[in-house]
């Protein structure tokens, strides 16, 4: 059996990762706060047979992922727990630290955004053209402008949001060249520009519903589930494309 093992599971992600999680070939089951500082312990409880594997999922808020840590970092960990994966985002430099020590155990993802397409995104800006340029190296030598927008609903409180800072990072972009726009109900959107006085070519990523966040965290579990990673820290990025080589 595959079992999920969900930290923050009463939350907003959490909720969506548990209802998409039903049709799927896994088990989700939510951790209680306990259960999240015992993780050795818990998966010896909920394992049945020798074929169980086990991936702890975390869509809580840094504290949450700290007992997590703790907890991991504390004693041997069962070699059926194949991975750590972090969604949970404003981690301080302490934390990531102690992030990155306990990828020495087990292959840790730290994901700020569990979209596809914004995997997509980077994986565009990444490759190089026939040039052996990047698409925004190539755009710079032919003149053009490159300037990122990004938009989100009101509630959210950090400003550019860490999706724009990854993508602007990749497109060469600098920080004060972001815009951001809060308003209503806007899950995410970002655009990069590439833009000189005659014409412009604008890259934009939308997400429509969560259930998108919800549905990548669960792709990444299968695929890790279907090929286990080896011991480390990875990002989104860095882990699909570890999964996704032939
Ligand atoms: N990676 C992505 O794609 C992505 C997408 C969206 C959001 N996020 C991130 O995911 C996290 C959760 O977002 P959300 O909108 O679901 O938040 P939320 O609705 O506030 O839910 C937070 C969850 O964390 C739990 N929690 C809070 N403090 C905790 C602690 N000290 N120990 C253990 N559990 C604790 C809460 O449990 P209680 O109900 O018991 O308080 C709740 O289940 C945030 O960090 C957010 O930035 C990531």
Known sequence: MKHILLAGASGRLGREILAAGQPKSFTVHPLSRTE?????????????????RF???????????????????????PSSLLAFIVGSTGHSDGQI?????????????????????????????????STGASVSELARTLGFDLSLWESHHTLKKDAPSGTA?????????????????????????????????????RITHTAHARRLFAEGALDLCARIFERPLG???FSMSEALRLLLKN
Request: no cysteine; hydrophobic share 35%; net charge negative.
């Open 36 to 52: 999240m500082s015992r993780i050795g312990e818990t998966v010896a409880k909920l394992t049945k047979s020798s074929q169980d």
């Open 55 to 77: 991936i702890v999922v975390d869509v809580t808020l840094p504290e949450g992922t700290e007992t997590i840590v703790t907890s991991l970092l504390s004693g041997p960990h």
């Open 97 to 129: 630290e102690k992030l990155r020590e306990t990828g020495s155990k087990i292959p840790v993802i730290l994901s700020s955004n569990f979209s596809r397409g914004v995997y997509l995104f980077e994986e565009l800006l990444n490759a190089r053209t």
């Open 165 to 201: 800072r990854t993508i602007a990072n990749a497109a060469g972009v600098q920080p004060e060249r972001i815009a951001s726009t809060r308003v209503g109900a806007v899950v995410g959107e970002h655009t990069l520009f590439m833009s000189q006085e005659s014409e412009e070519l």
């Open 231 to 233: 011991a480390g820290k």
